[in-house]
């Protein structure tokens, strides 16, 4: 062989064409494979994820609810025995006016009576205040505030 015939033959060697690969690809849904199993996975993990959200906060909504209720009523319970004590405490001084007045109690008898009604009525307006933000934190928990 001579140079230039093992030129041309080296010339028909690479002018001789090969396969291409093709450049389409299979959409990713074709067939059974396990590109498609690992894709419905990732979904049920996906759903299995927001479900478990959605209990989370199931679960905070109806603990803030229980939590709330039981401050209101904790509250009421404040209330009425604060409201017995002021009464209490008026009962007193209206004893400690009457006994001053007959001259059988003391300046110092009715000024104690009339501090003891007045701190009463000072924590009724407190468990009152209790109970009102007891009651808007209940309201906040069952979405209405």
Do not use: C, F, N, W
């Not at 400690?96 to 007045?101: D, G, I, K, Q, S």
């Not at 003891?116 to 468990?127: D, F, N, P, W």
Request: glycine share 8%.
């Amino acid at each position: 062989m001579s140079p230039a015939s093992s030129r041309g033959t080296s010339a028909s060697r690479s002018s001789v064409s090969t396969p291409t690969t093709s450049t389409r690809r299979a959409p990713r849904h074709a067939g059974l494979g396990r590109g498609g199993q690992e894709h419905d996975g990732k979904r049920g993990i996906a759903r299995e994820a927001q479900r478990a959200q959605r209990d989370l906060i199931l679960h905070q909504v109806r603990a803030d609810v229980d939590s709330a209720r039981l401050a209101v009523r904790a509250a009421l319970a404040l209330l009425e025995a604060d409201q017995e004590a002021v009464e209490a405490a008026s009962e007193r001084q209206r004893l400690a006016e009457a006994r001053y007045a007959s001259g059988a109690g003391s300046a110092l008898e009715l000024s104690d009576a009339i501090l003891s009604r007045t701190s009463a009525e000072a924590q009724l307006v407190q468990a009152e205040y209790q109970l009102a933000s007891a009651r808007a934190q209940l309201l906040r928990a069952l979405g209405r505030g």
